[in-house]
């Protein structure tokens, strides 16, 4: 094959530009969360896979915790149940919970998991039962209105929240050269199954991990102010105040939670970015730029 002088002064930059950033991140863990909202055609799907695949080829350890938030939603649809959610996450009753697990542990791992192979990786799909992965706990969700004295506690059902993490199975799959692709579930002390919020078993995988990065894929630009500009470099602060004034809100909640959370414990940054962007992933590793809301720890 041969290239012009135009493309290989266009892939001399590119290189020159990414070599920093490989040299850096070489025998480092990135963990990337792929949302569902973000998979959402072939040819997206096939950039995430060979941008993971790449990241692998050349030193990076990926690891993928996928979600599928919409894929649920419209099984359940099909079998005539509505989807229910408070403050990001689903209700989920014993019904729902076994269509939550057929879904992400069957459909949507093992679509991620073919997709990077025929890319050339070499995937193992999980979800936190295998080896003991995520230990889960029934998740509580308080809230306290203007006319409430008490907090509500809202039960929603099989929701967990993550205990524990144990990462020896991912540790032996990084260590053989597999990528580890992480379906949200967790199982509790009682051997019951909880749904997890995909965000925040992204987040705290990378805490535990000490990962360089922790990647969020979604269907923004990044987080947005009202007028729809995407923000960065945003610390404690900025997010609770956006919070407040119902800036953030519904499925973007977990994820600055999860993304402030994961940095204050020691992983070097979060990122929030839009899985829509072909390349969204190299874009962040490799550029100046970066791409979308970069989440700080504490201080300016
Ligand atoms: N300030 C904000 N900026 C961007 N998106 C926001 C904001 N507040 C709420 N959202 C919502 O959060 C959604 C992303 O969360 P979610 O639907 O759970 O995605 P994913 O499947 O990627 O986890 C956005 O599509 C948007 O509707
Ligand atoms: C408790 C809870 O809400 N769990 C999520 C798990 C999947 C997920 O997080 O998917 P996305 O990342 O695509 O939103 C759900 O049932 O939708």
Same mark, same amino acid.
Do not use: W
């Given at each position: @094959?041969?290239?012009?002088?135009?493309?290989?002064?266009?892939?001399?930059?590119?290189?020159?530009?990414?070599?920093?950033?490989?040299?850096?991140?070489?025998?480092?863990?990135?963990?990337?969360?792929?949302?569902? =909202?973000? @998979?959402?055609?072939?040819?997206?799907?096939?950039? %995430?896979?060979?941008?993971?695949?790449?990241?692998?080829?050349?030193?990076?350890?990926?690891?993928?915790?996928?979600?599928?938030?919409?894929?649920?939603?419209?099984?359940?649809?099909?079998?005539?149940?509505?989807?229910?959610? *408070?403050?990001?996450?689903?209700?989920?009753?014993?019904?729902?919970?076994?269509?939550?697990? @057929?879904?992400?542990?069957?459909?949507? =791992?093992?679509?991620?998991?073919?997709?990077?192979?025929?890319?050339?990786?070499?995937? !193992?799909?999980?979800?936190?039962?295998?080896?003991?992965?995520?230990?889960?706990?029934?998740?509580?969700?308080?809230?306290? &209105?203007?006319?409430?004295?008490?907090?509500?506690?809202?039960?929603?059902?099989?929701?967990?929240?993550?205990?524990?993490?144990?990462?020896?199975?991912?540790?032996?799959?990084?260590? +053989?050269?597999?990528?580890? !692709?992480?379906?949200?579930?967790? !199982?509790?002390?009682? &051997?019951?199954?909880?749904?997890? =919020?995909?965000?925040? *078993?992204?987040?705290?995988?990378?805490?535990?991990?000490?990962?360089?990065?922790?990647?969020?894929?979604? =269907?923004?630009?990044?987080?947005?102010?009202?007028?729809?500009?995407? $923000?960065? +470099? $945003?610390?404690?602060?900025?997010?609770?105040? $956006?919070?407040?004034?119902?800036?953030?809100?519904?499925? @973007?909640?977990?994820?600055?939670?999860?993304?402030?959370?994961?940095?204050?414990?020691?992983?070097?940054?979060?990122?929030?970015?839009?899985?829509?962007?072909?390349?969204?992933?190299?874009?962040?590793? %490799?550029?100046?730029? +970066?791409?979308?809301?970069?989440?700080? +720890?504490?201080?300016?």
């Amino acid at each position: @094959m041969t290239i012009d002088q135009q493309s290989a002064t266009r892939i001399a930059r590119v290189l020159a530009e990414a070599l920093p950033y490989i040299r850096r991140f070489r025998g480092r863990t990135v963990v990337i969360k792929y949302g569902g =909202n973000a @998979m959402v055609d072939a040819r997206l799907k096939s950039g %995430f896979a060979r941008d993971v695949v790449l990241m692998k080829l050349v030193g990076i350890h990926p690891v993928v915790v996928h979600g599928g938030g919409p894929q649920i939603g419209r099984l359940l649809e099909r079998i005539g149940k509505e989807s229910r959610f *408070v403050d990001g996450m689903r209700v989920t009753d014993a019904e729902t919970m076994d269509v939550v697990e @057929m879904v992400l542990g069957g459909l949507v =791992n093992k679509e991620i998991v073919q997709l990077i192979a025929s890319h050339g990786g070499r995937a !193992v799909g999980l979800t936190g039962k295998d080896g003991g992965l995520i230990r889960a706990r029934k998740l509580h969700i308080r809230r306290k &209105g203007p006319e409430l004295e008490q907090p509500e506690i809202i039960d929603l059902g099989h929701v967990g929240e993550v205990e524990a993490v144990d990462t020896g199975v991912v540790d032996m799959l990084v260590a +053989g050269d597999f990528i580890p !692709v992480i379906a949200p579930i967790g !199982v509790g002390e009682d &051997g019951r199954s909880y749904n997890i =919020n995909a965000d925040l *078993v992204a987040g705290r995988v990378a805490e535990v991990l000490q990962a360089e990065k922790l990647i969020l894929l979604t =269907n923004t630009a990044g987080v947005l102010d009202r007028e729809g500009r995407v $923000l960065t +470099g $945003l610390g404690p602060e900025e997010v609770d105040a $956006l919070i407040a004034d119902g800036t953030i809100h519904g499925g @973007m909640l977990p994820k600055v939670r999860c993304a402030l959370e994961a940095v204050r414990a020691g992983v070097r940054a979060a990122h929030i970015i839009d899985g829509r962007v072909e390349h969204a992933v190299l874009l962040e590793l %490799f550029t100046d730029e +970066g791409v979308g809301t970069l989440i700080r +720890g504490e201080g300016p």
